[in-house]
């Protein structure tokens, strides 16, 4: 009887939930570009029209016509797994309505997107979802920003969001920290040999220090042998984990790839690894997350504890001190014109600016981390 029940109770929901293609064909005005798209994706068309727990997140036509015929749209259009990739991206795995996008400060939400090659992360590439003044976005790759235009389309496989840019698959460490100019570090990273590494290893967390904190080292670094090097850099990793500012708590410790543990404090909302400060949380790579911090790490000194209260801290470093206002392991390092950069994904040809807004994906994803963007990540941890 009660299983009669239930079973009358489905039918009549499926019934009434409009199937993708219904709701694609009542969206039109909005929605055409994408369904096109996805039209000529049967794998990932097939997928979302079977689902039975996703979240599509569509963006609209002016999104897509943003692209142009820009390097990134043809590069889309004429290599078919980057398209899955590119699409599988914009599905999330579970049905998120509008409601379930208020947690504060952020969400890390799973996508479908885990294919070899452009995800390196157990369980699936992740998107950051924040609320703002009762609406919601999501920062991908490059920390580019999308934001709900039309929520809760609700269809036989979850619901669908309209968002009014694309989300940029995450680029690998190297291509986003030159983006992002921390070109420092990325100096450093060649030196010590450890660009495959940081690059290719599945789920790693990386805390990245600015170009300031490695000039406030200045002196010192000229005298590191590669060992140390690799030591200080190995500290700067977390192996096997993607820790996102979600699951970052007071007194969390963590083991990094060096071998000494890194020590987390949260203060007032500010989190601090030993004593530096995380200045951008939650920077998507395809292998992982980078957390931006204002110190570089010190092995040798694990105890370094900050003083929130003060503006700056010292360098965990003895002796340190910045020479002559240079910033060291940068003089090999050519930073890409934005037109250079590729957040495209592997295997993509570089993204050359396009003439209109949004696609400028490269150059704005690259800004956005310190930019506009920052303000939404900065602090959020
Ligand atoms: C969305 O919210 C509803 C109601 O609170 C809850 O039942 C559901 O599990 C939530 N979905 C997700 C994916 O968190
Ligand atoms: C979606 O999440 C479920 C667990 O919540 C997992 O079993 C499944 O493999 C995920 N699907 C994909 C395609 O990642
Ligand atoms: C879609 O479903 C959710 C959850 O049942 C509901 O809150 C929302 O109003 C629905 N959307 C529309 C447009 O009916
Ligand atoms: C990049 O970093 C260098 C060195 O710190 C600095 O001189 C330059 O102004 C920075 N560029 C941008 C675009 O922030
Ligand atoms: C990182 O990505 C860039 C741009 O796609 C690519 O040129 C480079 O080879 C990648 N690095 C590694 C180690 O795969
Ligand atoms: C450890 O770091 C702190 C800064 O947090 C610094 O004041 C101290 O001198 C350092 N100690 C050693 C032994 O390097």
Redesign the pocket.
């Known amino acids: 009887m009660q299983l009669k029940h239930l079973t009358l109770l489905a039918a009549a929901n499926a019934v009434t939930a409009q199937s993708l293609a219904e709701v694609l064909a009542a969206q039109a005005e909005t929605l055409s570009s994408l369904t096109t798209w996805l039209e000529s994706q049967e794998l990932v068309y097939n997928l979302l029209a079977g689902a039975e727990d996703v979240t599509l997140l569509a963006p609209s036509n002016n999104a897509l016509q943003q692209l142009n015929s820009s390097p990134l749209a043809n590069e889309l259009l004429s290599n078919t797994e980057f398209l899955t990739a590119f699409l599988s991206y914009h599905v999330l795995n579970g049905t998120y309505f509008a409601s379930n996008l208020t947690s504060s400060p952020v969400q890390v939400i799973p996508t479908l997107l885990d294919l070899q090659g452009y995800d390196n992360i157990a369980g699936g590439q992740k998107l950051i979802a924040q609320s703002v003044d009762g609406g919601v976005s999501f920062i991908s790759g490059g920390g580019l920003k999308s934001t709900v235009q039309a929520a809760n389309f609700n269809y036989t496989g979850g619901t669908i969001h309209i968002i009014d840019n694309i989300l940029t698959i995450p680029a690998n460490v190297s291509t986003t920290a030159l983006s992002a ?4 570090l990325v100096g450093a990273v060649q030196q010590a040999g450890l660009v495959e590494t940081l690059d290719t290893t599945p789920d790693l967390t990386i805390f990245a220090p ?3 904190a490695f ?1 406030a080292i200045g002196n010192l670094v000229s005298g590191l042998t590669i060992e140390q090097l690799t030591s200080i850099l190995g500290y700067h990793v977390v192996p096997g984990a993607v820790v996102y500012s979600t699951d970052v708590t007071n007194g969390l410790t963590a083991k990094s790839l060096q071998g000494t543990d890194l020590n987390f404090r949260v203060v007032d909302g500010e989190v601090w690894v030993n004593s530096a400060k995380v200045i951008a949380a939650d920077v998507l790579v395809a292998n992982g997350v980078v957390h931006v911090i204002d110190g570089v790490l010190n092995p040798d000194n694990a105890s370094a504890a900050p003083n929130p209260a003060a503006e700056t801290q010292a360098p965990a470093f003895p002796g340190a001190s910045s020479v002559g206002g240079g ?1 060291p392991f ?1 003089s090999g390092v050519v ?1 890409p014109t934005p037109a250079a950069t590729n957040t495209a994904g592997p295997g993509a040809t570089p993204t050359e600016p396009v003439t209109a807004g949004q696609g400028k994906v490269a150059a704005v994803a ?2 956005a981390l ?1 930019g506009a963007g920052a303000v939404v990540l900065m602090g959020q941890m």
Request: without cysteine; proline residues 0%.
């Open positions: 100019n921390l070109t420092a600015t170009n300031d000039a910033v940068t930073v690259g800004a310190f």
